[in-house]
């Protein structure tokens, strides 16, 4: 997977047809999504709880493309090549999993898939700081992760602007998670965010049988983060 810094759309089944993931998954696709956001929730690093390695398993061969995973799990680390064998292409945890991120982030690239590291709203920027050699990717949440259709947190903007210079011209993606939608991303995007996750955004108004909607989402969402939405 070569590296570029353009805009990615990356919906979130967590806001899919719970019913319907495979199918799901190749209708977003097919309606514009470039990665396929999924979230891993244990019930016990957040409030909730979804789906684990055996969803993934099942989804991969309806993902053509990136399958982004993000654990809220903790921890973290017993269950990486699960997720790995699984064919997770990113696999991202959180810095606030666990006393250990380094070893973490160095379990996840030696079982093969990229790694991520996530923040949440009240983890400053600088606890990623000795991480950006390690990690492909740094996912800002721009909400309290554990459920989809909340509001952006608007004070994570300055947190993106201040880990695109930390980053500097390192091959590592800013994501955004959480809130993303047309007035939300070109805040992130103009701050230097280059994969924008958004679910309730792009699932809204639409369905397996009717995915059409899921296209102009995505498209609304792309166009507001490149500054050409009219
Ligand atoms: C929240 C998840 C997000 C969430 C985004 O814990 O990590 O990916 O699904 O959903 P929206 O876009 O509806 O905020
Ligand atoms: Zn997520």
Redo the contacts with the bound molecule.
């Keep these: 997977m070569s590296f570029d810094r353009s805009v990615k759309i990356a919906p979130?089944i967590?806001?899919a047809d719970f019913a319907n993931f495979g199918a799901e998954c190749e209708a977003i696709e097919a309606q514009g999504a470039d990665w396929v956001?999924v979230?891993v929730?244990d019930g016990r690093f957040?409030p909730?709880i979804t789906f684990g390695p055996a969803t993934c398993a099942a989804i991969r061969p309806h993902i053509k493309g990136v399958m982004d995973v993000?654990l809220?799990i903790t921890p973290v680390d017993p269950f990486i090549s699960a997720f790995a064998d699984a064919g997770a292409d990113v696999i991202t945890a959180h810095v606030e999993a666990g006393p250990h991120i380094h070893r973490t982030l160095q379990a996840i690239r030696g079982a093969g898939a990229r790694a991520g590291v996530a923040l949440n709203p009240g983890t400053p920027a600088e606890a990623v700081s000795s991480l950006l050699d390690m990690v492909d990717l740094v996912c800002v949440?721009t909400?309290?992760?554990?459920?989809?259709?909340?509001k952006?947190i608007h004070s994570q903007v300055d947190k993106v602007r201040q880990l695109r210079t930390m980053i500097g011209d390192r091959p590592v993606h800013i994501e955004i998670?959480?809130?993303?939608?047309p007035a939300t991303a070109p805040l992130v995007a103009q701050a230097g965010a280059d994969v924008l996750?958004?679910?309730?955004?792009?699932f809204r108004g639409g369905s397996v049988r009717d995915p059409a909607p899921y296209g102009a989402n995505i498209k609304a969402i792309r166009e507001a983060a490149s500054g050409t939405y009219v």
Excluded: I
């Excluded at 909400?143 to 909340?150: I, L, R, S």
């Excluded at 996750?197 to 792009?202: C, D, I, K, R, Y």
């Design positions: 979130s967590l806001s956001h979230d929730m957040v909730n993000h809220m949440m909400v309290n992760p554990g459920f989809g259709g909340q952006f998670d959480g809130g993303v939608d996750v958004a679910g309730s955004a792009v």
